[in-house]
């Protein structure tokens, strides 16, 4: 694989790891909101409403890794696994870095 099909490939995969991150929190939303509103017996919510809770929820948890995942200490990307991390003397590289430097 070439890197600039690995990096999209792991762009791809990041994005679906965070879709369903926001899915799976958004559904503990819920869950909490119906169990501290027993009383109410629909579950009626705007759509648009829910497309912008949606996106806003992308947009905390991007802030969120943006604040607290390592960082490729060549080209800044995010390294969220250690599948993503080649350790090269205490220096954290990402997989794409790390291939680039390797002699062919």
């Not at 109410?40 to 949606?54: A, Q, T, V, Y």
Request: net charge negative; charged share 30%.
């Amino acid at each position: 694989m070439t890197s600039d099909t690995t990096d999209r490939f792991t762009n791809l995969v990041d994005e679906a790891r965070s879709e369903d991150a926001v899915e799976v929190a958004i559904e503990a939303f819920w869950a909490v909101v119906v169990e501290k509103y027993p009383e109410i017996k629909s579950g009626d919510f705007d759509p648009w409403m829910e497309h912008l809770m949606i996106q806003q929820a992308g947009e905390w948890l991007e802030h969120w890794l943006d604040c607290n995942a390592d960082r490729c200490e060549d080209c800044g990307k995010k390294i969220l696994s250690v599948k993503d991390a080649c350790f090269e003397m205490a220096n954290m590289t990402c997989v794409s870095c790390f291939s680039k430097k390797q002699p062919v």
